[in-house]
């Protein structure tokens, strides 16, 4: 893509605060040391520059500093992975690649799908676009499907030191982003699943990942323990 | 992951031929020259053994001879690419690489979510699983965004000559895989794009694409053209 003058050196980074798939790069990002201009965008409103970005109307958006245009967070983090070379969030060997890759796609499209997304949608989405009262029903089957969601994370961190290996990997990063916004939300218990607590108390004491639990969205206050890594 | 000395040598690929995103990874492989005996696998019966390999419960599932296990096609066409290093078909430079991966995206998040999934489900697998008659309205629906994702195909095509460059690469694959199932549907209407015919008349003669369009599932039955590179 073009060179573009104006926009040559700004990074800026497309996001919606509420968004598991852009907190997860937010916190690639921030661990690779690339900074970015954050841009808050409101997805929902499909504003035509937005959908001029991106016509698939979806977050995150990383313009790049020359003006390089990269939609969507599956393209972002192996753009972030192969473009920069810093660390090696995305594995070392083929073995590891495939489980982290194996466990992104589990966090955003699995658990997004069964917990995040209803639970999002009808805690917050749903009053911010006006669209009725909350559903019950589709709240209580996610947080039933969240529980069984932590037990497999629970089983995987009694055999790993992280998610999918033995070192702090972008599936880490993915799956405390999904966890993150639950938690906000109130609906973790934490107590049932010990080895995920200590995990989630060591992403808590990462200032790449500290950083997003600053996020606050109008309306819903998270728990007294949400930042504090000791909980 | 261990090497296993019975199914050394022995290549496997679980799928199921009615989902796009196996169809897409056979593909794959067939442009590579990676040959793979195919399993089908019943997902929808979650077998204790499937659930096993993969427990997100997903396919596919390529278990390769070294009995190393990669599950999704997320990490297998990248696993593909980084392993075996046959061809560029998620692309030669960074800015063609976000390009195939943003579309690859838009194929199986996107246009899996709007079209293929809903037509799949009401057309197909709701009666294999008894779970009642079609939903008409959602079928209308399905095919209503049907006609804006093939609009905007046609757009980029008369940009380029693939969908993602001026190369076949994983997009094109990616694309063809969902508009090959909703087109054995009989739910495309090929006319009103000629930009978009003319490229999946190119699809449907390339020998790896054509292996797909060989499937039958029971009780529904293609179209005349559907295998026709004429059509």
Same mark, same amino acid.
């Given at each position: 893509m073009n060179n573009n003058?104006?926009?040559?050196?700004?990074?800026?980074?497309y996001h919606t605060p509420f968004y598991p798939a852009c907190r997860k790069i937010r916190v690639m990002m921030a661990e690779m040391g690339v900074s970015?201009? @954050?841009?808050?965008? !409101? /997805?929902? *409103?499909?504003?035509?520059?937005? @959908?001029?970005?991106? !016509? /698939?109307? *979806?977050?995150?958006?990383?313009?790049d500093g020359d003006g390089r245009c990269v939609c969507g967070s599956y393209a972002i983090a192996e753009y972030l992975d192969e473009g920069y070379h810093v660390g090696d969030f995305i594995g070392t060997t083929l073995d590891e690649r495939a489980e982290v890759r194996r466990l992104v796609a589990w966090a955003d499209t699995k658990m997004l799908k069964e917990v995040t997304q209803p639970l999002i949608y009808e805690k917050y989405f749903r009053h911010l676009r006006k669209q009725g009262n909350p559903d019950s029903g589709k709240i209580r089957q996610a947080k039933a499907h969240l529980v069984y969601h932590m037990g497999y994370f629970e089983?995987?961190?009694?055999?790993?030191?992280?998610?999918?290996?033995?070192?702090?990997?972008?599936?880490?990063i993915a799956l405390a982003s999904h966890l993150s916004l639950c938690d906000y939300m109130g609906d973790v218990a934490w107590k049932d699943n010990s080895y995920l607590k200590r995990w989630y108390a060591l992403m808590k004491s990462r200032p790449a990942?500290?950083?997003?639990?600053?996020?606050?969205?109008?309306?819903?206050?998270?728990?007294?323990?949400?930042?504090?890594?000791?909980f």
């Open positions: 003058q104006e926009s040559f050196g700004v990074r800026r980074l970015a201009e @954050l841009v808050e965008e !409101p /997805a929902w *409103e499909q504003r035509p520059q937005f @959908l001029a970005m991106n !016509p /698939a109307g *979806e977050l995150p958006i990383l313009i089983q995987l961190l009694k055999q790993r030191s992280w998610m999918a290996s033995d070192r702090y990997t972008l599936a880490d990942f500290r950083a997003i639990l600053t996020d606050r969205v109008r309306g819903i206050k998270p728990p007294e323990h949400y930042e504090n890594p000791d």
